[in-house]
């Protein structure tokens, strides 16, 4: 690693500073008197307590300077830090007058203005006002990067991360010398090459030369980058109910004796720990100490720190929306089924328009990330006039890799319909294939204020293979978070953008089980309709179409710590085909809530085509 050098360092030629102890004087007030004993001596002491407020200063500091130098100036000179110390000495003032200069011209020259000059003077106090301190900088022309080499001492690969390294030097030729990202600068190098393999990097020699009278300055930086070094051995801490192979096969570079270490990797493999299941927290240390106390170690090791959660575990949750109305779940998990950290996740599900129970058992994932994956449901589902009993059997096989998602399944569906004003309609199958694509890149999952998510499914099924009617369906939504530009009137707001599309490509909808069909309208959807409420009429119900199309923007600004006010205008409809699909607007305002378990929102939205008003109200995104 580089020496963390301070701005006054040797490369660039600025006055000697002096740290002194600057000795901390909490205020000792009285606490707990009685309402009338305080408004007593707040009365009578209050002028007193003004004066002495004000004589605790021991001199007057006045700067004249550019403004992003003054705050400086006053922090880091020993005249500035003594100002209302009591421990100052009148026989001090000498030697701050003294450094006061040369240390507002160092301050200066590390903001990058090397020909500035400073004048410091002194007027003696009297008995009404304080001594006064004056520093006058002349700043003069900032100093310009004009030229910046780069050079890369090892073997020959490391020469690929030249790009890389200068994307991430922060002065580039044309911008202003500073000292202090002059420095952490190349710490930036170093700690770019130690997490792409070069362990042991070290700067060898660096300059940064500075011409005050044509204001330039000319930068050089010598790097030694070291052997790429390689994945050593895993130690693993704190497993007690799980097998080691579990984490050993979550590693991306396990099985692979000779990757080089990846910081990438590092954190790839935390995140999958993590996301497992089986950990309350996760840890994952490279040692970079053991490298660097060994010149003949040619490997990093890593250590994994675990906290194990419990094999089993009963679940009881409670909540409520404006879509789906009050609901509970009891659920049961087991982490470590058949002592193959197989996990099973089982509960029972009760809404106002849904019922459910559900169980599923999934393997652990390799370090490919695959996994695999099946499941069982049973499902009565009651909304717009359609009464549905589901069952659903699957199985498939899936893929986690950094922030996307892919799951392969076959999926059998079987189905039982009542239309409210037709009554019951014949039972529906279909076994189907599908793909799931899903990815994520968020700023925060819970509170995502920069980033998008893109959720795309393609199944079919076959006449000729347990299914009523063949059909090929494709469904894709995504959302877009936009951060709005700094220093603007919007400075903190952001811009939410969701679209949603999908159709159902057969000769017709008869046969297919509504799992596979459309319908819209509702929190997540088109504010200010009911839930599912826009789809295809049949009888007295409103029942799934073939084709689907929606779209929603919505501005969000802070009003005051963690609450924003909404604006929103939604639109888009479920039907049949394309030729009956006429969009429908829906739009209002809303509050928003940051909690730590994600934005909760409430909305008070119009409906164009139903001419009324719905309150909408839910916690988190639905991505």
């Not at 009285?30 to 002028?47: M, Y």
């Not at 009003?559 to 409809?573: P, T």
Request: glycine share 10%.
């Amino acid at each position: 690693m580089a020496p963390r050098l301070p701005w006054w360092s040797d490369d660039v030629a600025a006055g000697p500073a002096t740290r002194l102890a600057h000795r901390a004087h909490p205020p000792v007030l009285p606490r707990g008197c009685r309402a009338l004993v305080v408004c007593i001596v707040f009365a009578v002491l209050g002028p007193l307590i003004g004066t002495a407020a004000t004589a605790a200063a021991n001199y007057e500091l006045k700067v004249e300077a550019l403004g992003e130098l003054v705050e400086p100036i006053r922090t880091r000179t020993l005249v500035g830090r003594w100002i209302d110390d009591p421990g100052f000495d009148p026989e001090q003032m000498p030697l701050f007058l003294e450094r006061a200069k040369t240390e507002a011209e160092a301050i200066a020259q590390a903001a990058g203005f090397f020909s500035a000059s400073a004048t410091v003077s002194y007027e003696p106090g009297t008995a009404d006002h304080l001594p006064i301190v004056r520093i006058d900088v002349d700043a003069g022309a900032r100093t310009t990067v004009n030229r910046f080499d780069l050079v890369l001492e090892g073997p020959p690969q490391v020469q690929k991360l030249r790009d890389r390294l200068l994307e991430r030097w922060p002065l580039p030729e044309g911008s202003f010398f500073r000292s202090a990202p002059w420095q952490s600068g190349k710490r930036l190098l170093i700690d770019a090459l130690q997490q792409r393999g070069y362990v042991r990097a070290h700067i060898v020699d660096s300059e940064a030369r500075v011409d005050p009278r044509n204001t330039t300055a000319a930068l050089s930086v010598r790097i030694d980058s070291g052997p790429q070094l390689d994945f050593g051995t895993m130690v693993i801490e704190g497993l007690s109910r799980y097998d080691a192979s579990i984490v050993r096969a979550l590693a991306p570079w396990e099985g692979d004796a000779h990757q080089p270490y990846d910081f990438d990797e590092v954190l790839a493999f935390q995140a999958r720990l993590r996301t497992s299941g089986y950990f309350d927290s996760a840890e994952v240390l490279p040692d970079f100490a053991a490298v660097l106390s060994d010149p003949k170690l040619n490997t990093v090791p890593v250590r994994v720190q675990l906290s194990e959660r419990r094999e089993q575990r009963v679940t009881l949750g409670v909540g409520v929306s404006s879509d789906e109305g009050p609901r509970a779940l009891l659920g049961y998990e087991h982490r470590n089924v058949f002592d193959k950290g197989w996990q099973l996740e089982s509960g029972v599900l009760l809404q106002r328009v849904r019922r459910r129970v559900f169980a599923s058992l999934r393997t652990p994932q390799k370090a490919s990330g695959h996994y695999y994956q099946g499941g069982v449901r049973i499902e009565r589902f009651d909304v717009q006039g359609e009464l549905t009993d589901k069952q659903t059997a699957f199985i498939g096989e899936g893929k986690r890799s950094d922030d996307t998602d892919r799951f392969l399944s076959l999926q059998y569906q079987t189905e039982q319909r009542n239309v409210r004003g037709i009554g019951d309609v014949e039972s529906t199958r279909a076994l189907t294939l599908g793909y799931t694509w899903s990815t994520r890149r968020l700023d925060s999952v819970l509170d995502p204020h920069r980033g998008y998510t893109i959720n795309a499914q393609l199944s079919g099924a076959s006449h000729s293979l347990l299914s009523d009617r063949s059909f090929v369906r494709f469904h894709a939504r995504a959302m877009r978070f936009w951060p709005m530009p700094d220093d603007t009137v919007l400075d903190g707001g952001i811009l939410i953008g969701l679209a949603e599309i999908g159709q159902v490509f057969a000769a017709g909808r008869d046969g297919i089980p509504s799992e596979n069909l459309f319908r819209t309208g509702g929190t997540s959807t088109i504010r200010g309709y009911d839930f599912l409420s826009l789809g295809v009429r049949e009888g007295r119900a409103i029942v799934g179409g073939r084709v689907l199309a929606l779209g929603s923007l919505e501005y969000q600004h802070p009003v005051r710590r963690d609450w924003y006010a909404a604006a929103f205008v939604d639109a888009g409809d479920a039907a049949d085909t394309w030729g009956r699909y006429e969009a429908v607007a829906g739009y209002g305002v809303g509050v928003r809530w940051r909690s730590p378990v994600g934005p909760v929102s409430v909305d008070l939205a119009y409906g164009e085509a139903v001419r009324d008003w719905r309150v909408h109200f839910s916690v988190g995104y639905a991505f």
